[in-house]
């Protein structure tokens, strides 16, 4: 979207279903084409919320992109005319994407509620910059260490921060019971 390219107040958002995993291909595709279609008074935003999901396989820690909403893409966009009437050029464009199954609620879509919109932002904020671990754990929950000084023994998590991702756990030492301080990806279930 151009700086100059101001959003209409008649813009709102919708849902499109897409083929699974074929979110990022619908995105980049609308993205590239609307101004070569010439879309730019109809369309204004493709929305593809992700998080970066972190987990430890064979004691290596690997990230990856997770999208928060499977299936789906957002778009912000100007389909109804001052009648209420679908306008054809941007609705065949979006819905003739390859990938495009079609618009969450069929031949007539709802625009999204506001709080449903705000919701969706209010994820994409708090998932921004930070990794979410794959697997979330619980206080009282017994985990095996598997990375750091403390590697194979177990213990019990006695406090979770998930701001920081980092977990408080009591580790026995030499039958005593001491609080160490791990990141998420540090540790795993013991049923794993």
């Given at each position: 979207?151009?700086?100059?390219?101001?959003?209409?107040?008649?813009?709102?958002?919708?849902?499109?279903?897409t083929?699974?995993?074929?979110?990022?291909?619908?995105?980049?595709?609308?993205?590239?084409?609307?101004?070569?279609?010439?879309?730019?008074?109809?369309?204004?935003?493709?929305?593809?919320?992700?998080?970066?999901?972190?987990?430890?396989?064979?004691?290596?820690?690997?990230?990856?992109?997770?999208?928060?909403?499977?299936?789906?893409?957002?778009?912000?966009?100007?389909?109804?005319?001052?009648?209420?009437?679908?306008?054809?050029?941007?609705?065949?464009?979006?819905?003739?994407?390859?990938?495009v199954?079609?618009?969450?609620?069929?031949?007539?879509?709802?625009?999204?509620?506001?709080?449903?919109?705000?919701?969706?932002?209010?994820?994409?904020?708090?998932?921004?910059?930070?990794?979410?671990?794959?697997?979330?754990?619980?206080?009282?929950?017994?985990?095996?260490?598997?990375?750091?000084?403390?590697?194979?023994?177990?213990?019990?998590?006695d406090?979770?921060?998930?701001?920081?991702?980092?977990?408080?756990?009591?580790?026995?030492?030499?039958?005593?019971?001491?609080?160490?301080?791990?990141?998420y990806?540090?540790?795993?279930?013991?049923?794993?």
């Amino acid at each position: 979207m151009s700086a100059e390219t101001s959003v209409p107040a008649t813009a709102q958002w919708f849902a499109l279903h897409t083929l699974s995993g074929q979110e990022n291909k619908v995105k980049a595709y609308i993205d590239k084409f609307t101004a070569v279609e010439e879309l730019q008074d109809y369309i204004f935003e493709v929305l593809l919320p992700t998080e970066v999901v972190s987990e430890v396989k064979n004691g290596k820690k690997s990230t990856k992109v997770r999208k928060l909403y499977p299936g789906y893409v957002f778009i912000q966009m100007h389909l109804y005319d001052g009648d209420g009437k679908v306008i054809n050029k941007p609705w065949y464009f979006v819905k003739e994407v390859n990938g495009v199954i079609g618009f969450v609620g069929g031949e007539r879509p709802a625009a999204l509620k506001q709080s449903d919109v705000d919701e969706i932002f209010a994820r994409i904020e708090a998932a921004n910059g930070k990794e979410v671990p794959k697997v979330q754990y619980s206080v009282g929950e017994e985990v095996k260490i598997t990375d750091g000084a403390f590697t194979n023994l177990t213990g019990r998590i006695d406090e979770i921060d998930p701001e920081r991702g980092k977990l408080k756990i009591s580790v026995s030492i030499f039958g005593r019971f001491t609080p160490v301080e791990l990141e998420y990806w540090q540790v795993q279930r013991l049923t794993e």
